[in-house]
């Protein structure tokens, strides 16, 4: 069972456009962290945020925690075929066990 | 090496067989965890170590699955008389710290097929 769910589930544009993904769930996470992954390999972090509000940039890539620590989102800006993966939200729910719950993931591909 | 590894990177079994999947995480790291990750699905957490410890187990699926971490490094993800809805990718991460919001380090996954 997995408690966040991702949308959209897969994502096709066109290179330059900007996009959104949203993680949403019911219960509150202590953080929540955003991977991506290419095929045959493992998630790779892109960032992780704490408090509820809190705004990361990463180059084009920007990640949102909602105040009530439930919801998340990425928003990339001019995406690139480099950009072409599986994004992955994870949420920690109790501080102090480190287990992830991940999301259903968005699958993205970016066309040249 | 620097990165966690795994192995085999792919296993084919027939339904029934036993299997062991390696983890080897980066050299030092406390926590170990296992997760499975379904086709077209994000991965669902199985099993935790920190050190030899197997702190959390509510994951695994069945009394089939069993993991084990003696010595605090190596880790071995047993699946006894595997099924076909066994079929996914084993996941092992590794991290460096005991509490905390610390960064998991994903290996690159054991593709187990059952037929």
């Known amino acids: 069972t997995q408690l966040l769910e991702q949308s959209p589930q897969f994502l096709s544009i066109q290179e330059g456009e900007n996009l959104t993904v949203y993680c949403n769930s019911s219960?509150?996470?202590?953080?929540l962290q955003w991977y991506r992954q290419e095929p045959g390999e493992g998630p790779v972090l892109l960032v992780t945020v704490v408090t509820g509000g809190e705004v990361k940039k990463l180059k084009r890539l920007t990640f949102q925690f909602g105040d009530a620590r439930k919801d998340s989102s990425l928003h990339i800006t001019a995406a690139q075929p480099g950009d072409t993966g599986l994004y992955l939200c994870?949420?920690?729910?109790?501080?102090?066990?480190?287990?992830?719950?991940f999301g259903t993931g968005t699958r993205l591909t970016i066309i040249p | 090496g620097a990165g966690v590894s795994q192995s085999p990177r792919y296993k084919v079994a027939k339904r029934g067989q036993d299997v062991a999947l390696r983890c080897d995480p980066i050299?030092?790291?406390?926590?170990l965890f296992w997760y499975q990750q379904a086709l077209g699905q994000g991965p669902e957490f199985l099993t935790y170590f920190q050190n030899e410890a197997q702190l959390d187990k509510s994951g695994l699926p069945s009394d089939r699955f069993f993991a084990e971490r003696p010595e605090g490094s190596v880790s071995t993800l047993k699946i006894q008389r595997t099924q076909q809805e066994d079929s996914a990718v084993y996941l092992c991460a590794s991290s460096g710290f005991r509490t905390g919001v610390e960064t998991q380090y994903f290996g690159p996954g054991t593709r187990l097929l059952v037929l």
């Open positions: 050299s030092g790291h406390v926590s």
């Open positions: 219960s509150v996470f202590s953080s």
């Open positions: 994870a949420g920690v729910v109790n501080f102090g066990n480190e287990k992830l719950t």
